[in-house]
């Protein structure tokens, strides 16, 4: 069954520092990969999405993240992160059918 | 557009108890589907449809229904609730099934608790 893991479960940054967080997924052919954001509060939003081409796509409020085929990753960067920044950052994948998997999730605590 | 809805916002129930919880969209999706999400686990998938009248299991269907006899409706009922079903449900919605790549769309979620 595919599957979704992300690393780390619970990050402290403090403002200004660079974000990854990292997301693996565990299926060998063709991937749609997602990243969501829930803020404190908040519905779960779409940050960004690969599913062809350039493997390093942009998302909102400069978030980045970069498909690496060969290690079957989908991290998120961001290089310098806000207070605002704060929330539950979730990796998804879709294989082609009707479900999409998540992983665990990650909350992100930005101290100001 | 309202997007997606859910009611109610809260919900406490005594074991053995059933219940709906709501869901509707006004944005003519196709495809709309429910998530659990508890402690540790992230989002997993209940059930999801396609369309009108059509519904099908995701990863944890068991003792809960679903039915769509409306593009906008998704209702998800809980035949005897028990102490596991204890979570957070989201609703969500994309507007076209069998396209991996679309995102989906969230509810505000529901928690529910069972004693």
Redesign the interface.
């Known amino acids: 069954a595919q599957s979704?893991s992300?690393h780390n479960?619970h990050v402290i940054l403090s403002e200004a520092a660079s974000l990854e967080l990292g997301c693996n997924y565990s299926y060998g052919g063709t991937v749609?990969l997602?990243w969501?954001v829930q803020y404190p509060g908040q519905?779960?939003?779409?940050l960004l999405?690969y599913?062809s081409g350039d493997p390093l796509v942009k998302g909102i409020k400069g978030f980045e993240a970069e498909f690496i085929k060969s290690k079957f990753s989908f991290n998120l960067r961001k290089p310098s992160v806000q207070w605002s920044d704060t929330a539950e950052y979730?990796c998804?994948v879709?294989?082609?059918?009707?479900?999409?998997?998540?992983?665990?999730?990650t909350r992100l605590f930005v101290k100001a | 557009n309202a997007g997606?809805t859910q009611t109610p916002k809260f919900q406490v129930l005594k074991t053995g108890q059933s219940m709906t919880l709501q869901c509707a969209q006004d944005m003519n999706h196709e495809?709309m589907?429910w998530?659990r999400q508890d402690p540790?686990?992230?989002?997993?998938?209940i059930h999801?449809s396609?369309g009108a009248g059509i519904t099908?299991q995701?990863?944890v269907p068991n003792g809960y229904n679903v039915s769509r006899s409306t593009t906008e409706d998704f209702p998800l009922r809980l035949l005897s609730a028990a102490p596991s079903q204890t979570s957070v449900y989201?609703c969500?919605s994309s507007l076209l099934?069998?396209v991996?790549?679309n995102?989906?769309?969230?509810?505000?979620?529901t928690r529910l608790t069972v004693l």
Do not use: C, W
């Open positions: 979704v992300q479960h749609n997602f969501y519905h779960l939003q779409l999405k599913f979730f998804a879709n294989t082609g059918g009707f479900k999409t998997i998540f992983g665990a999730g | 997606v495809y589907s998530y540790g686990m992230g989002l997993r998938l999801y396609v099908d995701g990863e989201f969500a099934a069998g991996p790549y995102e989906q769309f969230f509810g505000p979620g």
